[in-house]
């Protein structure tokens, strides 16, 4: 057997001088070529003493049959390939592109346990066969036979398509519910068009429905539809409406204009694609100097994109670069386009113009003091190092919190401090029938933990419904 | 497809009305609430209030006033035409009960907004005294139909063409200078026009109500971009609101914020007018 490659195929992708032009993707994706000599690269792992899975595939949060699927692309059986991916995973081409990989999959990888080797290119494999099969167009499965029982979905993020095609390949008869005009949740208002094509998003989209999925948009759950109503209708009530809510620092000034939630700053781009402003309706406003607050993979996607708009991009963070919760891959990426990075730093107040545009922002500066909960050593103010910047647009990206809508109509659910749904482990909610998952649950998550959820949720939902376990053990008190 | 238009008023030269197949925001909708719509896949998405709901026959009415772009495209829309999307009924319902008298000042379009709310405060049996304000008699809209349902209804116009000769809010003060006495004023209006309600009532301790308008795009409490200060606090007018204390509301603020876009509208209404097709060229 020929030597294995020690490091990934490299997957081609745009220059950062050519990219910071466009809006299109930064990695072109694998030709087969290149895909069949990565898929050389699997040892092809059997589980370990005990486990079900072999490691990738217990690191793998929706459980893809990694091994399987990696040998149909070496055997260029490109087919197969996603047919096996598919039977664990509904969002592929999404997955292949912005899951966190290293953490999951590609963290407990055996062949990257070896010195001097990187992981197979597990995420970038998967990416390859959901776009071969994109391009193809896709296989339409065969129907179930239809149980009769019907299932209620609120919210078209990733938990809620993933529990939603789970459970039409089971036989039920499931509707999604969503507020915005477009279904996708954060893969189609927040994720960033160059990182994510919203073309790839649709089509997706078109492949839950094409499992006899429903989907309804404008429906406010709480609002147009209440939950209780649901209960009526449907047999089974699955809450996936994600953790939207933006969160600001309450600091002198935040309500200056130029200053973005980083939610308004990428729904405009994204969902109403203001950057096609005027042959799109919705504008957007960016001045020259733009301050990116935070140092998540939200704070990256709004740098990246007002780098694409042409302007000069600042990071303020409070901590260090190691600390950073973005994707490694993500603040290169920003890096390499130019982004400024500033650290220890964080804004104390705005101050305005004559006509209420911000025009600049005092700063202090942090050390890095005792580790804090977390583990990460908690950033201290010093004192006296405030200082003025210029600055005309602000984008606060210091996260998110679970969306009330629902939770404040449906007073019986019971929710955390941190207004996160509780559920149990099969996420059961302290009302029979009910059932929740994704950000709701976890305040922050990521696509496929909120998938992971959407797919427990389907499977619990299954028992529950044909019978094999009626148990309802979490219920509220009082 | 989308929400059918079934009929189209005009209620004036610039404002017309439109009942809209809506049947799930028609079984829902409250006084006070508003929908957001998007006229088309390129639409911008914006707030409008709920003037009228008929469950029986699964409609909506609502009354926009031409702005800018959107609601100019919007009017020009005829019965049997569609709009692509209508989510709602979104924000909080008025707090409807018994408060005794109660004045309901309306201004411009903001007449239409508060006929759904004179018809509710009525209903809850108060003495309701209704106040409209227009730029001359042909922009006053909705006068009958909200008379039928006011114990006393009065007129304001800037240029005196109708009832009182200027603001109403000059009016309102008119009317409780001479004596009479409320427990409660909403109004509804432009910016300028809630401010100068709210300082007019603020002497005399009159609760006082404003529907806020600022610009929005989910209206579901994710982006932020409604955000208003009440009381020195921000709160989201989409989901906390839109009625809010006047006393308490930065109505400069919220002027500032909502002239974020004046360039960015200026640039859609002339893309818009080459294209609208209408011969007076808008
Ligand atoms: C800018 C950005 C970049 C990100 N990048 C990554 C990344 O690269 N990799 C990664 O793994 N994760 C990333 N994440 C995190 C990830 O997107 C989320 O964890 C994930 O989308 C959560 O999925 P969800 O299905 O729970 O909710 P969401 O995706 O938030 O979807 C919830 C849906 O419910 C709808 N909804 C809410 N309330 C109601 C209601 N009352 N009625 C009807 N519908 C309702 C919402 O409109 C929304 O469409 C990113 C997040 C953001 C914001
Ligand atoms: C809760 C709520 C209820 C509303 N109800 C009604 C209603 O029943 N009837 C109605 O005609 N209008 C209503 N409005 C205002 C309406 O949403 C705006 O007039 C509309 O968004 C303007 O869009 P446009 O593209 O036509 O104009 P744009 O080109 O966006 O703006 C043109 C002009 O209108 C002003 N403007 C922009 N957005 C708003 C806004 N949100 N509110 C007020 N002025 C704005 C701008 O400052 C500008 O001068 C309501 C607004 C809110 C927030
Ligand atoms: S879904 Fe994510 S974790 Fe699972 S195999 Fe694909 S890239 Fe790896
Ligand atoms: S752990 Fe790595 S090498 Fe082993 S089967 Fe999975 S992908 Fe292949
Ligand atoms: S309109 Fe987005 S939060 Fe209110």
């Known amino acids: 057997m020929a030597k294995i490659r020690e490091k990934k195929v490299p997957m081609p992708e745009q220059s950062a001088e050519e990219r910071i032009k466009n809006v299109k993707e930064v990695p072109l994706g694998y030709t087969p070529e290149m895909a069949i000599e990565e898929a050389k690269r699997c040892l092809q792992c059997k589980p370990r003493e005990g486990k079900e899975f072999p490691p990738c595939v217990e690191g793998c949060p929706v459980n893809v049959p990694i091994p399987q699927f990696i040998l149909a692309i070496r055997e260029g059986r490109f087919d197969d390939a996603i047919k096996i991916i598919k039977e664990r995973n509904s969002l592929p081409a999404t997955t292949g592109r912005v899951c966190p990989w290293e953490n999951h999959c590609e963290k407990a990888c055996t062949l990257g346990k070896r010195q001097g080797y990187e992981p197979v290119a597990i995420g970038w494999l998967e990416r390859f066969a959901a776009d071969y099969e994109r391009a193809k167009g896709f296989a339409i499965p065969p129907k179930p036979q239809p149980n009769g029982k019907k299932v209620a979905i609120i919210g078209s993020g990733p938990a809620g398509l993933t529990a939603a095609a789970d459970l039409a390949k089971k036989g039920y008869d499931v509707t999604v519910f969503e507020a915005l005009h477009e279904a996708g949740g954060v893969l189609v208002y927040g994720i960033p068009e160059f990182r994510l094509p919203k073309e790839i998003v649709k089509a997706e989209i078109e492949y839950v429905k094409s499992l006899g999925v429903k989907i309804l948009t404008d429906v406010v759950i709480g609002k147009t539809i209440t939950v209780d109503e649901l209960l009526e209708e449907f047999d089974a009530i699955f809450i996936a409406t994600g953790a939207g809510l933006p969160n600001f620092m309450n600091i002198p000034g935040e309500n200056l204009n130029g200053i973005y939630s980083a939610n308004e700053f990428l729904t405009r781009l994204n969902l109403m694609r203001a950057y096609e402003f005027p042959k799109y309706d919705t504008p957007i406003k960016v001045g020259e100097r733009v301050a990116v607050i935070g140092g998540g993979n939200v704070a990256m996607d709004c740098a990246r994109w007002a780098r694409r708009l042409g302007k000069e991009v600042y990071i303020v963070y409070r901590r260090t670069g190691a600390e950073m919760p973005a994707r490694k891959e993500e603040i290169e990426r920003a890096k390499e386009e130019g982004v400024h990075f500033m650290f220890l730093t964080a804004p104390t107040r705005y101050i305005g113009d004559e006509k209420g545009w911000v025009k600049q922002m005092e700063c202090i500066k942090f050390e890095l003091g005792e580790p804090d909960a977390s583990g990460r050593r908690r950033p201290v103010p010093i004192k006296g190092s405030e200082f003025i910047m210029d600055i005309d647009t602000v984008i606060v990206a210091i996260g998110q919190s679970p969306n009330p809508l629902v939770p404040q109509t449906t007073p019986k659910l019971k929710t955390t401090k941190w207004g996160t749904i509780e559920v149990d482990e099969e996420l059961r909610t302290s009302v029979e029938r009910i059932w929740a998952g994704g950000g709701i649950v976890r305040g922050d998550s990521t696509i496929i933990l909120a998938m992971g959820d959407g797919r427990k949720a389907a499977l619990s939902i299954d028992k529950y419904l044909s019978g094999q376990d009626r148990s309802w053990k979490f219920k509220a008190e009082g | ?282």
């Open chain 2, 1 to 282: 497809m989308g929400y059918l238009i079934v009929k189209k008023v005009d209620l004036a030269p610039t404002i017309k009305k439109f009942e809209i197949q809506a049947p799930l925001i028609a079984k829902k909708g409250k006084p006070g609430q508003f929908v957001i719509l998007r006229i088309d896949e390129k639409g911008e998405r914006i707030p409008l209030a709920l003037m009228d709901t008929s469950p029986e026959k699964g409609t909506i009415t609502i009354a926009a006033l031409e702005a800018g772009k959107t609601t100019k495209k919007l009017n020009s829309l005829k019965e049997g035409d569609y709009i692509a999307n209508v989510a709602g009924p979104l924000g909080k319902p008025a707090e409807i009960a018994y408060y005794g008298k109660v004045a309901c000042v309306g201004g411009g379009v903001g007449i239409a907004c508060i006929y759904p709310e004179v018809k509710a405060f009525k209903k809850a049996g108060n003495y309701v005294v209704s106040i409209l304000g227009a730029r001359n008699k042909d922009a006053l809209i909705l006068k009958k139909e909200i008379a039928e349902f006011s114990d006393e209804i009065y007129v304001a116009t800037y240029d005196g063409s109708e009832g009182f000769h200027g603001f109403v809010h000059l009016l309102l003060k008119k009317l409780i200078e001479e004596g009479k006495h409320f427990d409660l004023v909403l109004a509804v209006g432009s910016i300028p026009m809630m401010k100068s309600v709210a300082e007019t009532t603020r002497p005399y301790k009159i609760k006082t109500i404003a529907s806020l308008n600022p610009i929005m795009i989910d209206g579901t409490g994710m982006c932020g971009c409604c955000r208003v200060e009440v009381g020195g606090e921000t709160k989201f007018a989409c989901v906390d609101g839109p009625e809010f204390d006047a006393h308490l509301v930065d109505f400069d603020l919220l002027m500032t914020r909502n002239r974020r876009y004046i360039e960015e509208e200026r640039i859609a209404l002339e893309e818009y007018k080459k294209v609208c097709g209408c011969k007076e060229g808008c």
